[in-house]
């Protein structure tokens, strides 16, 4: 059974103060479940709904403990068929997930060029530093505009991803295109050694 009391948590990284060191720090104290590695027999539908705005619903009611969040998070995994299910070394319970299962809120940027590394803050308080193993990826919605992903953890065939909102879109987007200014090529940002294209 999962507690309900609020665990006793460090308070957020501000990626606005945070150093390279700090953010990788954070990332590398991170430990997550091995849901890789459980494969439980089916039990169900969670009833649990993750809506495209980042939030966690039970039974059409909103989860308003943001521990409780984080904690169905950690057990969060996308399986072959491309479903997402909760699962546990017991259990496995479906989960809907309306487009991407992480919403990134915050980012921030060390360096620039080929040199750059981007963080990225979750609206669960993970934090991702994209490069190679963590791509950035831009999609054209059916009505034209841009949804861009960064892959969270997972396999790479059945990543969990985050949706970047809008502003933090925008901000990559400004740098971006001042880079390409001041450097030159084509259009998009370096981060940990990979480019990730904003354009075909």
């Known amino acids: 059974m999962v507690s309900t009391a609020e665990p006793i948590r460090p308070p957020a990284l501000d990626l606005s103060r945070a150093s390279l060191a700090d953010i990788a720090s954070a990332v590398a104290e991170?430990?997550?479940p091995p849901v890789e590695q459980w494969n439980p027999t089916h039990c169900g539908h969670s009833d649990m709904r993750i809506r495209a705005d980042g939030s966690w619903w039970h039974g059409g009611t909103p989860i308003g403990r943001a521990a409780l969040v984080r904690l169905f998070s950690t057990i969060l995994r996308r399986e072959a068929d491309g479903r997402f299910v909760l699962v546990t070394p017991v259990e496995k319970l479906d989960i809907e997930v309306d487009d991407a299962p992480f919403l990134a809120v915050e980012a921030t940027s060390e360096g620039e060029g080929p040199g750059r590394t981007l963080a990225f803050r979750l609206l669960t308080d993970d934090i991702v530093v994209a490069g190679?193993?963590?791509p950035l990826r831009?999609?054209?919605a059916e009505?034209?505009?841009p949804r861009p992903y960064l892959h969270v953890r997972?396999?790479?065939e059945r990543p969990l991803e985050a949706l970047l909102n809008?502003?933090?879109?925008y901000q990559l987007a400004d740098m971006a295109l001042a880079e390409q200014d001041k450097l030159g090529g084509p259009l998009g940002l370096w981060s940990g050694g990979a480019f990730f294209a904003?354009?075909?």
């Not at 809008?166 to 879109?169: A, D």
């Open 30 to 32: 991170k430990r997550l």
């Open 132 to 134: 190679p193993a963590n």
């Open 138 to 140: 831009l999609e054209t």
């Open 143 to 145: 009505d034209g505009t």
């Open 154 to 156: 997972g396999p790479t």
């Open 166 to 169: 809008r502003p933090v879109f």
């Open 198 to 200: 904003f354009a075909d």
